[in-house]
């Protein structure tokens, strides 16, 4: 049934921590390996060491640059941590002014089990689904007749269609993971939470607010991905801290000592000729 | 969003087969006759062969339409989710609407081909009767209004297409789908010679472009309104200005192939124009000729029915062209 479930007291998600992900694309490839082989694969790719590879991902991580920090109102100003830079600040010998500061974050994106997701009411065939008891919006690959309206309906870009397979796939939150009980209990968890070696990456129940999910959102003020669309996600993100801002610190290059006149004669001796 | 083949042929073929359907439902609701005298089927010329390319037009489009799917054999799945999918409810309805056309097809059929004086199966008196009457002929209009309204919707409901989800939309399907079926009714009073075209025919079918044309006006004013406020996709809007400096693949993905497909402003403005030209100015001024001239009226119906759908496919063409999805903000796109 593609009409949602009641919603449930479990919601199981991702907390992706913007700050510290490095943008290394081990997640991506983790879960690509994972799945290839897992419950709901393959993911195979066209053309895969050719001019044009073409395949799908369940996820993608993009780079952004965020320039102009501070001459706006920011978000993490506003979560306290006060920021007094000037709006732009010129280096010296420069013509051009710099902004206050630019940072680039790393953005992985997948899918952000959204609490009422159109693209499971959207599905014709009943091949979309949302499970009651934990969230995890899955695809049924032996329902699925590839007509594609999910991926329209999908805000995030999360689904992708195997034109290899003739149907849509999406990330399962490595459902054939986290309940897996051949695997050892602390590998039960997603392959890209696994993966990330800068622990970017978070795995818990966000419906449960005493969760370590739900404190680290609540204490870095994570957040949902564009909310106004009514999605509800239940994914959250963590922003980046707001880093040190260089024009204000104190130089730490002294200039060296020119002053000769503490040198004892030798030295004083040397130091001319070696000078010369 | 990328426009393909066999949903755009799908939606103008369908469209105005539906639209076929629905005039010959409002001329059967019109013309009660049908139901008491089985030769009045046979004079009735004109709705036997809306009744008939209507279901060409209808099945052709419905073909089409599953060539997009990637599992094509599994196809009867989509008629289980009515209670959620539009695109469900939109095949569900599809068959249903075969069921009255269907039955007044075979009416027409019977009561064409079979000759006066060979009346004796008092079931095809039966199944005359039902056919021609009044009920009938508002239920298959009704039907084929509900059908094209689930086709509109399919598109209205998805909220990640500012260019789809407005109130443009529906009517567009709905206004289009009887003006093209209009014009081909147009074409078949002339080929069938029954009568020359009705006045109100042509009447209508100006009234119907000039309407189409202002709505399709309307609906373009609004997509060139920049929307108020572009969603702010990665959330860190709030931190500065957002640059999309490195994509997370070398190639082209299925989501900026299918998601990505822009066409250049100066071609859209052309083709817009051409929609205006032939999908709508042309047609009525041959319906205008054909009203003051009637012997012109079966030539212009042929030129009209060619140019008239030709310019309802480009903007049909245009209505996934023109359309962006807002996961392309996550690309860098600057408006969704
Ligand atoms: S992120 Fe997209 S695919 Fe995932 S649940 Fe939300 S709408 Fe559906
Ligand atoms: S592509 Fe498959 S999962 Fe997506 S809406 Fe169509 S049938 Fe449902």
Same mark, same amino acid.
């Given at each position: 049934?593609?009409?949602?479930?009641?919603?449930?007291?479990?919601?199981? /998600?991702?907390? %992706?921590?913007?700050? %510290?992900?490095?943008?290394?694309?081990?997640? +991506?490839?983790?879960?690509?390996?994972?799945?290839?082989?897992?419950?709901?694969?393959?993911?195979?790719?066209?053309?895969?060491? /050719?001019?044009?590879? $073409?395949?799908?991902?369940?996820?993608?991580? !993009?780079?952004?640059? %965020?320039? /102009?920090?501070?001459?706006?109102?920011? /978000?993490?100003?506003?979560?306290?941590?006060?920021?007094?830079?000037?709006?732009?600040?010129?280096?010296? !010998?420069?013509?051009?002014?710099?902004? +206050? +500061?630019?940072?680039?974050? $790393?953005?992985?994106?997948?899918?952000? !089990?959204?609490?009422?997701?159109?693209?499971?009411?959207?599905?014709?065939?009943?091949?979309?689904?949302?499970?009651?008891?934990?969230?995890?919006?899955?695809?049924?690959?032996?329902?699925?007749?590839?007509?594609?309206?999910?991926?329209?309906?999908?805000?995030?870009?999360?689904?992708?269609?195997?034109?290899?397979?003739?149907?849509?796939?999406?990330?399962?939150?490595?459902?054939?993971?986290?309940?897996?009980?051949?695997?050892?209990?602390?590998?039960?968890?997603?392959?890209?939470?696994?993966?990330?070696?800068?622990?970017?990456?978070?795995?818990?129940?966000?419906?449960?607010?005493?969760?370590?999910?739900?404190?680290?959102?609540?204490?870095?003020?994570?957040?949902?991905?564009?909310?106004?669309?009514?999605?509800?996600?239940?994914?959250?993100?963590?922003?980046?801290?707001?880093?040190?801002?260089?024009?204000?610190?104190?130089?730490? %290059? !002294?200039?060296?000592?020119?002053?000769?006149?503490?040198?004892?004669?030798?030295?004083?001796?040397?130091?001319?000729?070696?000078?010369? | 969003?990328?426009?393909?083949?066999?949903?755009?042929?799908?939606?103008?073929?369908?469209?105005?087969?539906?639209?076929?359907?629905?005039?010959? #439902?409002?001329?059967?609701?019109?013309?009660?006759?049908?139901?008491?005298?089985?030769?009045?089927?046979?004079?009735?010329?004109?709705?036997?062969?809306?009744?008939?390319?209507?279901?060409?037009?209808?099945?052709?489009?419905?073909?089409?339409?599953?060539?997009?799917?990637?599992?094509?054999?599994?196809?009867?799945?989509?008629?289980?989710?009515?209670?959620?999918?539009?695109?469900?409810?939109?095949?569900?309805?599809?068959?249903?609407?075969?069921?009255?056309?269907?039955?007044?097809?075979?009416?027409?059929?019977?009561?064409?081909?079979?000759?006066?004086?060979?009346?004796?199966?008092?079931?095809?008196?039966?199944?005359?009767?039902?056919?021609?009457?009044?009920?009938?002929?508002?239920?298959?209009?009704?039907?084929?209004?509900?059908?094209?309204?689930?086709?509109?919707?399919?598109?209205?409901?998805?909220?990640?297409?500012?260019?789809?989800?407005?109130?443009?939309?529906?009517? #567009?399907?709905?206004?289009?789908?009887?003006?093209?079926?209009?014009?081909?009714?147009?074409?078949?009073?002339?080929?069938?010679?029954?009568?020359?075209?009705?006045?109100?025919?042509?009447?209508?079918?100006?009234?119907?472009?000039?309407?189409? #044309?202002?709505?399709?006006?309307?609906?373009?004013?609004?997509?060139?309104?920049?929307?108020?406020?572009?969603?702010?996709?990665?959330?860190?809007?709030?931190?500065?200005?957002?640059?999309?400096?490195?994509?997370?693949?070398?190639?082209?993905?299925?989501?900026?192939?299918?998601? #990505?497909?822009?066409?250049?402003?100066?071609?859209?403005?052309?083709?817009?124009?051409?929609?205006?030209?032939?999908?709508?100015?042309?047609?009525?001024?041959?319906?205008?000729?054909?009203?003051?001239?009637?012997?012109?009226?079966?030539?212009?119906?042929?030129?009209?029915?060619?140019?008239?759908?030709?310019?309802?496919?480009?903007?049909?063409?245009?209505?996934?062209?023109?359309?962006?999805?807002?996961?392309?903000?996550?690309?860098?796109?600057?408006?969704?």
């Amino acid at each position: 049934m593609t009409s949602l479930p009641a919603p449930s007291t479990r919601k199981l /998600g991702l907390v %992706i921590d913007l700050d %510290i992900c490095v943008g290394c694309h081990a997640c +991506a490839v983790a879960c690509k390996e994972w799945n290839d082989g897992g419950a709901f694969g393959p993911l195979p790719d066209a053309d895969p060491y /050719g001019a044009e590879p $073409h395949g799908v991902w369940f996820n993608r991580v !993009h780079t952004y640059e %965020i320039s /102009g920090i501070g001459n706006r109102e920011s /978000g993490i100003e506003k979560a306290g941590a006060a920021r007094k830079s000037p709006c732009a600040s010129s280096i010296p !010998h420069s013509p051009l002014p710099i902004p +206050a +500061a630019t940072q680039s974050v $790393h953005f992985p994106r997948s899918c952000l !089990h959204c609490e009422t997701p159109a693209c499971v009411t959207v599905c014709p065939t009943g091949a979309s689904y949302k499970r009651a008891e934990d969230g995890i919006v899955l695809v049924d690959e032996d329902k699925c007749i590839g007509c594609q309206l999910c991926a329209w309906a999908c805000p995030y870009g999360a689904r992708e269609f195997s034109a290899k397979r003739g149907v849509m796939q999406k990330c399962t939150l490595c459902v054939d993971r986290i309940y897996n009980e051949t695997l050892e209990p602390h590998d039960r968890q997603p392959a890209c939470v696994k993966a990330c070696p800068t622990r970017a990456r978070h795995f818990g129940d966000l419906g449960d607010e005493n969760s370590d999910v739900s404190k680290l959102v609540a204490e870095r003020g994570g957040y949902a991905l564009m909310p106004e669309l009514g999605y509800q996600p239940v994914n959250r993100y963590l922003p980046p801290r707001p880093r040190r801002d260089a024009s204000q610190l104190k130089p730490t %290059i !002294h200039p060296e000592p020119s002053d000769e006149t503490p040198m004892p004669p030798l030295l004083r001796w040397i130091d001319r000729v070696l000078s010369r | 969003m990328r426009p393909t083949f066999s949903i755009i042929f799908f939606t103008v073929a369908s469209g105005a087969g539906y639209g076929l359907w629905i005039l010959a #439902g409002w001329l059967i609701l019109l013309a009660p006759r049908l139901a008491e005298d089985r030769n009045a089927w046979a004079a009735n010329d004109l709705v036997c062969a809306a009744l008939c390319a209507g279901f060409l037009l209808v099945s052709a489009g419905l073909v089409s339409s599953l060539a997009h799917l990637g599992q094509p054999q599994r196809a009867w799945r989509a008629l289980s989710q009515w209670r959620s999918s539009w695109l469900s409810r939109e095949g569900v309805a599809a068959l249903l609407c075969y069921l009255p056309a269907g039955t007044m097809l075979l009416a027409c059929i019977l009561g064409s081909w079979t000759s006066a004086d060979a009346i004796h199966a008092n079931s095809t008196n039966w199944l005359l009767r039902m056919a021609g009457s009044r009920g009938a002929g508002a239920v298959l209009a009704l039907m084929a209004i509900i059908t094209l309204f689930c086709t509109a919707n399919i598109y209205a409901c998805l909220k990640p297409i500012r260019a789809w989800h407005n109130r443009f939309v529906v009517p #567009g399907y709905l206004l289009l789908g009887t003006y093209s079926g209009a014009l081909w009714a147009w074409l078949l009073s002339g080929v069938t010679q029954a009568s020359l075209a009705p006045p109100s025919l042509l009447i209508g079918i100006c009234s119907a472009a000039v309407a189409g #044309g202002l709505l399709k006006l309307a609906y373009w004013q609004f997509l060139d309104k920049p929307a108020p406020q572009a969603p702010d996709a990665t959330g860190l809007g709030a931190l500065g200005n957002v640059r999309s400096v490195e994509q997370p693949h070398t190639e082209e993905n299925y989501l900026t192939h299918e998601m #990505g497909f822009r066409i250049a402003r100066k071609h859209a403005r052309k083709l817009r124009a051409l929609v205006l030209a032939c999908g709508f100015s042309l047609p009525a001024l041959l319906a205008a000729l054909a009203l003051v001239l009637p012997s012109a009226s079966a030539w212009a119906s042929w030129f009209a029915v060619l140019i008239g759908m030709g310019g309802i496919f480009v903007e049909r063409w245009l209505f996934f062209a023109e359309a962006k999805h807002a996961v392309m903000l996550f690309y860098g796109a600057r408006s969704a």
